[in-house]
């Protein structure tokens, strides 16, 4: 949980600078809200029981929740976070940071602005939260739900089955392009050429350059849709260009995103593979944030059909958290678990009274104390406890002490000790803890 705390403090003080509310929504959503939305990711809901009355199935995103938010509520215009957990029925491991019940962070920009302003934005928080963890080296895989169709219907894909090639497609990061064209082919049939074509695109990757030698390309450009999107990622490229970030970002034909509702720009981050420092496991976690523009969402919960144009991120603190976690294991850093700064000891018998009466001051001025909970315990056992937790501080009454009007403090780490007056000692302590 500290290491945890951590990281989302990070992340969420990073969508308040970009000037974002937060929100929660209910943990279950209406089934019928939530099917149709994921293509072929729907099997992996969570369904709750039938118990008379609607049907109910637990959250797989954050995003479904919130365009349905926008549109039951008539909001047209919103920058949002959400912190929260989503449930999926995926077969769990651990060691790429998959789960069946985890935490997602999103950002999303809702409303009709200006093209590809609020889409430079979310990569630039992308950016500034993968720096602000020191997990190494990343790259921002960049592309467009028009240029894959654009591309798909050019190869001579029937229109049919885009969904079905996309969602193929979107395992090129698991997967070697022979087994996905395999599963294209004899899985999906997909005629052998057309996939060979896809397999020409697919394999493309590069900066702002290579949007301009698409433009140029003789199938693609004389598709309009693929085009339109070019078109928007030539602007982008502009703007990421003065944010200080186009280095990091990658134009790549093969990113396609496998769920349904992205409609324009979509975006992953990937975690550049270190070479392992001796002693440590070759981590393997895949994308640790993606995102993209959803901008048909909204309309689909409006009765009218009316559409909030949408842009947005996910933040994947799992796989953060699990990355973080094994470092730490590999270095042998050692987390406190708690905060507790001052610890109220006795080295004599019968001094429950005075200890209570100590540690009572101490939180009534919001120090965080803690002592042992024996009427008379052993003064060694008091000190290991604060050595073995990490507790900066010892106050220590005594008969000595109570007879003088004092309260010894003493530091755990240089083991030195000052005898206060009684009066004075929180205002010594407050000085002290300020100074650490």
């Known amino acids: 949980m500290v290491v945890r705390e951590k990281i989302l403090d990070l992340v969420i003080s990073c969508f308040k600078r970009h000037g974002a509310k937060g929100m929660d929504t209910p943990a279950f959503e209406l089934k019928e809200t939530l099917t149709e939305k994921y293509g072929e990711d729907s099997g992996l809901m969570y369904d709750l029981k039938d118990q008379g009355g609607e049907l109910l199935s637990l959250r797989y995103d954050l995003t479904v929740p919130f365009a349905r938010y926008l549109a039951m509520n008539k909001v ?48 630039k928080i992308m950016c500034e ?31 049919s089955k885009f969904r079905a090639i996309c969602s193929s497609i979107d395992k ?34 590069g900066g702002v350059s290579l949007v301009e030698q698409m433009f140029q390309d003789p199938r693609l450009s004389q598709n309009k849709q693929a085009l339109e999107g070019l078109g928007d990622l030539k602007l982008l490229f502009e703007y990421l260009t003065l944010f200080g ?59 009218k059909g009316h559409k909030v144009p949408c842009v947005g991120l996910s933040i994947g603190v799992e796989r953060i958290f699990y990355i973080v976690e094994q470092r730490m294991k590999t270095k042998g850093e050692k987390v406190r678990t708690t905060e507790t700064q001052v610890f109220v000891a006795t080295p004599q018998k019968n001094f429950l009274q005075e200890r209570l009466k100590l540690i009572a001051e101490l939180w009534d001025s919001g120090i ?45 780490a240089s083991r030195e000790e000052v005898a206060i007056k009684r009066e004075n000692f929180v205002a010594e302590i407050q000085k002290r803890l300020s100074e650490s």
């Not at 996905?180 to 896809?198: F, N, Q, S, T, W």
């Not at 060694?380 to 003088?404: A, D, F, N, R, W």
């Open 172 to 205: 090129l990061d698991k997967m070697a392009w022979k087994d996905v064209r395999h599963e294209m082919v004899v899985k999906k049939g997909l005629a052998p050429e057309v996939a060979d074509r896809i397999g020409d695109y697919v394999q493309c990757h």
């Open 129 to 159: 939260i993968l720096s602000g963890l020191q997990l190494g080296d990343f790259l921002i895989k960049v592309n467009d739900r028009r240029i894959v169709d654009g591309m798909f219907a050019v190869c001579g894909v029937p229109e």
């Open 245 to 303: 970030i186009a280095d990091k970002i990658s134009f790549d034909l093969s990113l396609a995103r496998g769920l349904d509702y992205y409609t324009g720009v979509i975006y992953e981050a990937v975690l550049l593979q270190t070479p392992t420092q001796a002693g440590e496991e070759p981590l393997n976690v895949g994308s640790v944030a993606a995102g993209g523009r959803y901008d048909g969402l909204v309309g689909m919960f409006d009765p």
């Open 76 to 123: 047209k215009k919103m920058k949002r976070y959400h912190v929260g957990k989503v449930w999926r029925r995926e077969s769990p491991t651990i060691v790429q940071g998959r789960y069946r019940e985890f935490c997602q962070c999103d950002f999303d920009i809702a409303g009709q602005f200006d093209p590809m302003i609020p889409d430079a934005e979310c990569l």
């Open 368 to 412: 965080k104390a803690e002592m042992l909970y024996k009427n008379n315990p052993k003064l060694l056992t008091q000190l290991h406890y604060c050595e073995s937790t990490g507790i900066p501080l010892v106050v220590i009454i005594g008969e000595q002490e109570l007879k003088e009007g004092v309260i010894k403090i003493r530091s755990v």
